[in-house]
C-alpha cells in the first residue's frame, strides 16, 4: 500500500551515503521486501512475476538474435537457417524466442483470466487494469511484427492479410485506407521495405512494453494487490511480506512453468507454429489456409466471423478495446465471483467462449465452423456488454468473510505468527 | 451454495453446451472442407525425448538422395562440412572433401572478371541441380522441384481430428514429444504412389498419389525403378519401402542438424529444472509453515 | 506455537538454501550461450583454414588468395629473388624479428625462418602493410616492387624486400608469415 511505514535501516556506510542521495535500495526495500501482500493469494498470482521473466528472456534473446539476423527480403529467412544450423547454441536462442512468445502469451491470458474472476479489475485498481490492456495491445503489435521477421510463407501471407484489414477504412473515407496501408507496407505490396520496418519497430517496442510495466508495477504497489476474497488488508495479520514468502512463491510458480517453457524449447519446438513459415515467402503463392499463431486466434475467429469487412476489422478491434471498460461495465458490488454464485456460470460460458473461438480460429471459414463462430462472437460480446451490468445488479452475493484472516485461519486473525511487524488483533 | 440463483443458471449453462454439442455431432460433423487424406505414424528413431539419429541410415538415405532425388532437388541449404560433423550422417571428412571436389560451383571473379569454376570444398554449400527456379521449370514442364533442406520442417501430417479428442490429442502428442509429422507425411507421400481409382481424370503430366492433398501431383513416382535401384553398402534390404524411411530420415536431419544436441541437452534441463522446482516447492512450504 | 522469536522464518534453512542455490546455478548456466554465440560461428570456422593449389603459379608469379578475410600473397620467387633476400645482412633490418606465427617472438628474419625449409622459392604473407593497413604492390607484374624488389605500399610509401621485410619507410614490422603447411608438393594449407 502506499505510504507504508519504510523499515528500511542502511547497514554500511556506501548504503547510507546513497540513501541520502538517491533512495533506491529504500524503494525496493519498501516495495519488494517489505511490502504487505495478502496472505491467501493462490498460485494464479504468480502469474505476474512470470510475466517479468519472460518479458526479459524475450529481450535478452531477441538482442542476442538481432546480431545474427539480417532484416531484408533476400537474407532473411537465410539468415534464419544460419541462426538454427551455424551460429553456437543458435538454434536454442532461437527456440527459446519462439516458444517464449507462446508462454509469455499463455502467461498473459491466465493473468487476464484471473483479474476477471477475482475483480482484480475494480475501483481502486481501474488504472491498474487499463494499463494492463495497453500492455496486451503492445504485446500483440509486438508479436505480429515478430512473426513476420522469418518472412516465411505464414509470416509474409500473414502481414498482407492483417495491414490489407486498414483497406477497410475506404468504405468510410474512400482512398484513405488504401493510402494508409501504402503507407504501412512503404509500397504497393508488402515487401522487403515492409520488413525492414517492422524489424526495427519490433526491436523498439519491447522497451515501450517494459516502460508500461513500470507504470503497472506502480499502479499496482499504490492500491497493494486484489485477492482471492476481494476483500482489502485491514490487519496485519492479514498479510505476509513479499519477502521471502512472496518471492519465493512466486519462484516456485515459476519454476513449474519453466517446466512446461523447457519442454517445449528442446523437444517440441516447432509445435506451436505452422510448418508453412518453413518454406521461403513466395509473393506469387498463397498458402492454402493462412492462419496466425495460437494467441490470435480468438480475434481471428471474430473478425472472419461478421460477413462485412469493415464491421468485422471493428469487432476484433473491440473485443479488445472493450476490455478497458470492463471496470465500469461490470456492477456488481463484490469483487470476487468466488462470492457471485450468479455470474460464475457465466464467466465459464465466457472462458469457453473463448477456447471455442480460439479453435474456430484454426478452422477454414467453411459450414458449420462459421455458424459456431457466429454464435461465440456473439455471447462475446453478450458477456461484456449485457452479462457484465445486468447480472450484477440483480444477484445477490453469498456472504462474504469478515476478513482476510477469517476466510483464510476460519478465525479473525486469532494468533499472529509472522508478518511484517505483528500485533494483536484488536476487535 | 446460497442465493436464489444457484441452481437454474447451472442447468441452464450445462443445458446450451450439452445442446451445442449435440447439434455439432448431430448435423454434418464436419464442415465442407474436404477430410485431409490418412497419413500413418511411422517409428522413427529420431521421435520423442530420447530421438536420435542412426548414422548408418543417414547415410543410405544421402545415398538415397544423391542417386534418385539430386537429379531435380536441390538441398542447398546443407554444407558439405555437415555432412561430416556429429549429429548427422558422420561420414569421414576425408571421405566428404573428396566427394565435394566432384562438385563445381563458382569461383570469384578472375583478373578478366570472368567467373569460373572451380571444384567445391567442405565450406561451400551443395550445389542444386538447376541454378534458379526458372530453369528448373523450363526443363520439367513447368514443374519446380521444392528444394529438400526442409521439406521435413515445411510439412505436418494433417489430421481428421473431432472437436471433442483435440485436447486429449493434444495433450498425449505433447507429453510424447511427437513432431515427426512432416517425417510421416514425406514417408506417406514417398510410398503413396498408387493406381488411380477407377473413373479418376488425371490431368496432363500429372501423377496419382493418395498422400498428397488432391491426390494429383507433377512429381512421378521416384522409386520406379523397384527394390534394388539403389545399391545398399549395409546389410540393410535395399527394397522401395526402405529408401523411403532411410531418404526421409536423411532429410529429417538436414531440416533439423542439431536435433540431436537439442534433445540430449533438453533431457539434463528439464530433470535439472523439475529438481529445482522441487526444491523451490519444499523451501516454500519451509518459509510458509508458520504462516499456515 | 514456537518459543523462538519467529519475526521472520529462519532463512538459513538447508532448504531454503539449497533452492536458491540450484535455482543460482542454473540462471549462471544459462548464461553460458548467450556468451557462446559471440564466437565465431560454424560458417566461419569452416574458413578458418583454406587449402591453396600451386600448381598454376609458375617460376616469378604470384596470386593473392583470401583467408579469414584479409589478403594473402603467394609468390613463388625466382632464384635471383631468393638469393637477394639471402644476401641481407640482419643488422640492415629496420625489424629483426621473423613475424612468422610457427616461430617464437624473437626468431632472428633470416631468409629461411620466412619460409619452409626446401621449398625456399615460395613465400607467403599475410598482405597488408604493418604501417596502417593497406594492401601494398607487387603481385602482379605491372606493379612497382619498391627499391628492394618485393613489394611497395603506396599509401605511405613502405618499401618491403622479397622476403617481405620491410626496408624503408614508415612500417614498423615485416609482413606477418601466417600459419601454413605443405599437405602436398603443389599445395598448401593455411591456418
Known amino acids: ?164 484489414l486498414f483497406s477497410s477504412i475506404d468504405s468510410i473515407v474512400p482512398g484513405l485506407g488504401t493510402r494508409i496501408v501504402q503507407w504501412l507496407w512503404g509500397g504497393f505490396a508488402v515487401s522487403g521495405t515492409t520488413l525492414t520496418r517492422f524489424f526495427s519497430l519490433h526491436y523498439v517496442l519491447p522497451f515501450a512494453i517494459v516502460g508500461v510495466v513500470i507504470l503497472h508495477i506502480w499502479a499496482l504497489h499504490t492500491v497493494g494487490q486484489n485477492n482471492p476474497t476481494g476483500l482489502e488488508i485491514k490487519t496485519k495479520s492479514d498479510s505476509v511480506p513479499m519477502s521471502p514468502h512472496a518471492v519465493m512463491k512466486d519462484m516456485f510458480g515459476l519454476a513449474v512453468f519453466m517446466v512446461l517453457f523447457t519442454w517445449f524449447v528442446f523437444f517440441l519446438p516447432d509445435y506451436l507454429g505452422h510448418a508453412d513459415n518453413y518454406i521461403e515467402a513466395n509473393p506469387l503463392s498463397t498458402p492454402p489456409h493462412i492462419v496466425p499463431e495460437w494467441y490470435f486466434l480468438p480475434y481471428y475467429a471474430i473478425l472472419r466471423a461478421i460477413p462485412n469487412k469493415l464491421l468485422g476489422v471493428i469487432a476484433m478491434f473491440s473485443s479488445i478495446i472493450l476490455l478497458c471498460f470492463v471496470p465500469w461495465l461490470d456492477t456488481s458490488r463484490v469483487r470476487s465471483t468466488k462470492y457471485r454464485p450468479l455470474y460464475k456460470w457465466f464467466f465459464w460460458l465466457f472462458i469457453i467462449t473463448v477456447i471455442a473461438l480460439g479453435y474456430l480460429g484454426s478452422k477454414p471459414p467453411e459450414g458449420l465452423y462459421v455458424f459456431w463462430a457466429r454464435i461465440f462472437t456473439a455471447y462475446y460480446f453478450i458477456h461484456l456488454l449485457l452479462v457484465l451490468p445486468i447480472v450484477g445488479v440483480i444477484e445477490t452475493p453469498s456472504p462474504l468473510p469478515r476478513s482476510i484472516s477469517e476466510a483464510v485461519l476460519g478465525t479473525s486473525g486469532g494468533h499472529v505468527t509472522v508478518g511484517a511487524p505483528s500485533a494483536p488483533e484488536k476487535r | 451454495m446460497t442465493g436464489r440463483f444457484a441452481l437454474r443458471p447451472g442447468l441452464t449453462s450445462v443445458g446450451i453446451l450439452l445442446g451445442a454439442l449435440a447439434a455439432m455431432l448431430a448435423g454434418p460433423a ?106 528448373a521449370r523450363f526443363a520439367l514442364n513447368g514443374a519446380l522441384p521444392p528444394d529438400l533442406s526442409l521439406i521435413v520442417r515445411a510439412r505436418a501430417a494433417e489430421e481428421n481430428t473431432p472437436f471433442y479428442r483435440v485436447p486429449d490429442r493434444m495433450v498425449r502428442d505433447v507429453l510424447a514429444a511427437y513432431q515427426e509429422g512432416g517425417a510421416d507425411y514425406v514417408y506417406g507421400y514417398l510410398t503413396g504412389y498408387k493406381d488411380p481409382p477407377a473413373g479418376t481424370k488425371l490431368a496432363d503430366f500429372m501423377n496419382y498419389n493418395v498422400t498428397f492433398p488432391g491426390h494429383q501431383t507433377a512429381m512421378p513416382n521416384p522409386f520406379l525403378g523397384g527394390d534394388g535401384m539403389v545399391k545398399y553398402d549395409d546389410n540393410t534390404p535395399a527394397t522401395v519401402d526402405n529408401y523411403a524411411r532411410d531418404v526421409t530420415a536423411f532429410l529429417a536431419w538436414a531440416a533439423d542438424p542439431r536435433l540431436e544436441e537439442r534433445k540430449h541437452t533438453g533431457v539434463l534441463v528439464v530433470a535439472y529444472i523439475v529438481l529445482t522446482a522441487l526444491l523451490l516447492g519444499l523451501a516454500k512450504r519451509r518459509i510458509w509453515r508458520e504462516v499456515h | 506455537m514456537a518459543t523462538e522469536s519467529v519475526e521472520e522464518p529462519n532463512r538459513r534453512d538447508f532448504i531454503v538454501i539449497a533452492a536458491q542455490a540450484f535455482a543460482g546455478v542454473g540462471a549462471a548456466v544459462a548464461l553460458w550461450p548467450f556468451i557462446q554465440q559471440m564466437n565465431p560461428d560454424a560458417s566461419t570456422q569452416a574458413l578458418a583454414s583454406i587449402e591453396v593449389d600451386l600448381s598454376p603459379v609458375k617460376d616469378g608469379q604470384a596470386i593473392t588468395v583470401s583467408w579469414r578475410g584479409k589478403p594473402v600473397f603467394v609468390r613463388n620467387r625466382t632464384a635471383q629473388e631468393v638469393q637477394a633476400a639471402k644476401d641481407v645482412k640482419l643488422a640492415d633490418l629496420v625489424d629483426r624479428s621473423a613475424r612468422n606465427d610457427a616461430l617464437p617472438e624473437n626468431t632472428p628474419a633470416t631468409d629461411p625462418n620466412r619460409t619452409k625449409k626446401g621449398k625456399e622459392n615460395w613465400i607467403v604473407l599475410v598482405g597488408i602493410c604493418t604501417h596502417l593497413g593497406c594492401i601494398p604492390k607487387g603481385q602482379s607484374l605491372n606493379d612497382s616492387r619498391g627499391d628492394y624488389g618485393g613489394w611497395f605500399c603506396p599509401c605511405h610509401g613502405s618499401h618491403y624486400d622479397t622476403a617481405g621485410r620491410i626496408r624503408r619507410g614508415p612500417a614498423p614490422r615485416n609482413l606477418e608469415v601466417p600459419t601454413y603447411e605443405f599437405v602436398s608438393d603443389s599445395k598448401i594449407k593455411i591456418g
Open chain 1, 1 to 164: 500500500m502506499a505510504g507504508h511505514e519504510s523499515t528500511y535501516q542502511p547497514k554500511s556506510r556506501f548504503e547510507r551515503w546513497l540513501d541520502e542521495r538517491l533512495p533506491i535500495a529504500r524503494m525496493m526495500h519498501a516495495q519488494f521486501v517489505d511490502f504487505p501482500t495478502p496472505r491467501n493469494i493462490n498460485y494464479l498470482w504468480t502469474t505476474g512475476g512470470m510475466l517479468a521473466f519472460f518479458l526479459g528472456v524475450q529481450i535478452l534473446t531477441g538482442i542476442v538474435l538481432a546480431m545474427h539476423y539480417l532484416p531484408s527480403a533476400n537474407d532473411a529467412f537465410t539468415s534464419v537457417e544460419a541462426i538454427r544450423r551455424d551460429v553456437n547454441y543458435g538454434w536454442l536462442i532461437r527456440n527459446l524466442h519462439a516458444v517464449g512468445a507462446s508462454m509469455f502469451f499463455l502467461a498473459v491470458y491466465i493473468h487476464i483470466g484471473r483479474g476477471l474472476y477475482y475483480g482484480s479489475y475494480k475501483a481502486p485498481r481501474e488504472v491498474l487494469w487499463i494499463l494492463g490492456v495497453v500492455i496486451l495491445l503492445l504485446m500483440m503489435a509486438t508479436a505480429f511484427m515478430g512473426y513476420s521477421l522469418p518472412w516465411g510463407q505464414m509470416s509474409f501471407w500473414a502481414v498482407t492479410v492483417i495491414t490489407n
Open chain 2, 30 to 135: 464436419r464442415a465442407a472442407e474436404e477430410a485431409h487424406p490418412e497419413i500413418h505414424r511411422q517409428h522413427w528413431s529420431f521421435g520423442g525425448v530420447l530421438g536420435h539419429f542412426d548414422d548408418a541410415q543417414l547415410q543410405r538415405g544421402f545415398k538415397v538422395y544423391t542417386e534418385v532425388c539430386s537429379r531435380c532437388h536441390g538441398v542447398r541449404r546443407l554444407a558439405f562440412r555437415n555432412l561430416a560433423q556429429p549429429g548427422g550422417p558422420s561420414f569421414p571428412e576425408a571421405a566428404v572433401k573428396s566427394l565435394a571436389a566432384t562438385y563445381e560451383v563458382d569461383a570469384e571473379p578472375n583478373e578478366e572478371g570472368k567467373i569460373l569454376k572451380r571444384p567445391a570444398t567442405l565450406a561451400d554449400h551443395i550445389p542444386p541441380p538447376y541454378r534458379n527456379d526458372q530453369e
